[in-house]
């Protein structure tokens, strides 16, 4: 017996999505757990799973159109089952709504490809295809699709000529030829995700903040990340592992900072929910590494490896987005070269910590001069929660630890 799938509540306060991509077309067989499609919602843009197996018999939301949570977004059954003709009237009008393929590939080949470092030369075979479609891997279609690669053109290096994301990642980092100048203007619309970054940065700039700075010697921090390398090859600790490990602890000691204002009270968490800013081509995505105070700096490695590269392939879940107490924006990456900045409340959290780069500097020193590696660190406080006493001792705890890493461990 056929059955029809519905818009699921993927998180709390989610009233509706926009459907992105249909990872599975009408004809296609589909294992329970499946991947079915791809879902725009307010915070993230994440592939759901199908709720049972068989062959899609009908797709009810076309690509492109918002669905309220409930609503029938496609029909699951056996081969050749019949569908109720009523069931197709979404559908056809979804297809009106939904932007033709032509359209849709005209626009992401005007997407300029992000320079990605060289990879290994690979001969490639002939173009994959199979009955005019070309073969491919899920991932190797997702790269393609983010860096606005035309996969139909590249050659695949996999079994049988199958296209694998390291072919496409070889053709994000051919040089192009610099794009000639539009001649219209560019119009992009905004999704859910930008929509929903733009009213928090919004809300954000209403609140009442104050900055406070300190610049922290990392020597320590980068022995404690060159041993722990050296002693764990599996597990890859970065210095935002750090920082989010001695933030947590000192976010316990001040738990005025670990919290949030209310309309009628200032709420102050038991554990240290840290976010980590992470940027993807949807926008600025923060999940978190829960209970962090709680985590040895390889736990916090390997929650941290996963929640990014989850991120950045779009494979986050809306709970990753959740019950976050404390952020952490790190831009010191020697790419950047930014020294320092100020990072705007993640509300309605009471903090956020961001993170220069790390660079020599000339520092005195009993009496002596000596040069250092150095970075700066500015912390945005909501001063209606937070008072600059507690900032201050709650950033001085932040920079003894830094230098002193044993002191959080």
């Not at 090859?233 to 000192?250: I, S």
């Amino acid at each position: 017996m056929a059955t029809e799938l519905t818009l699921p509540r993927l998180g709390q306060g989610m009233e509706s999505g926009t459907i992105v991509r249909w990872l599975k077309q009408e004809g296609d067989s589909v294992e329970k757990g499946e991947a079915l499609y791809e879902l725009d919602t307010e915070k993230v843009t994440q592939e759901v799973e199908a709720d049972a197996s068989g062959v899609v018999l009908r797709i009810l939301a076309g690509e492109g159109e918002e669905v309220d949570v409930g609503k029938p977004v496609a029909v699951i059954g056996e081969e050749g089952e019949q569908v109720e003709e009523a069931e197709d009237a979404p559908k056809a009008e979804a297809d009106e709504r939904a932007p033709e393929p032509k359209q849709e590939a005209a626009r992401e080949e005007q997407r300029e490809p992000e320079p990605e470092p060289p990879a290994e030369r690979v001969e490639p075979q002939e173009p994959a295809a199979s009955d005019g479609r070309v073969k491919a891997s899920p991932l190797a279609r997702r790269i393609a699709r983010e860096r606005g690669i035309d996969i139909a053109q590249l050659r695949g290096t996999g079994p049988e000529g199958r296209i694998v994301a390291e072919d496409v990642e070889r053709a994000a980092a051919t040089p192009a030829a610099p794009p000639s100048a539009p001649a219209e203007v560019e119009r992009v619309e905004l999704t859910k995700i930008r929509r929903t970054i733009a009213r928090r940065l919004t809300d954000a700039w209403t609140i009442p903040v104050f900055q406070l700075n300190v610049s922290a010697d990392t020597t320590r921090v980068g022995e404690l990340v060159r041993k722990h390398r050296e002693a764990n090859e599996d597990v890859r600790l970065t210095v935002t592992d750090v920082l989010t490990k001695v933030c947590a602890q000192a976010l316990m000691c001040h738990r005025t900072v670990n919290a949030q204002y209310t309309d009628d009270a200032i709420l102050r968490f038991p554990t240290a929910n840290v976010g980590i800013a992470v940027a993807t081509t949807s926008g600025l995505i923060v999940p978190v590494i829960r209970s962090a105070e709680r985590l040895t700096l390889s736990q916090i490695a390997t929650a941290r490896a996963d929640v990014v590269e989850r991120a950045r392939g779009g494979k986050l879940r809306q709970e990753d987005l959740e019950g976050g107490t404390f952020t952490i924006s790190n831009l010191g990456m020697p790419q950047y070269g930014i020294e320092q900045f100020v990072a705007v409340l993640n509300p309605p959290q009471a903090a956020i910590l961001a993170v220069g780069a790390t660079e020599e500097r000339v520092v005195p020193r009993d009496g002596e001069l000596e040069i250092l590696p150095m970075v700066t660190l500015t912390a945005t406080f909501d001063h209606r929660a937070v008072d600059g006493a507690d900032g201050a001792e709650f950033l001085a705890m932040v920079k003894a630890f830094v230098e002193e890493p044993g002191l959080a461990l």
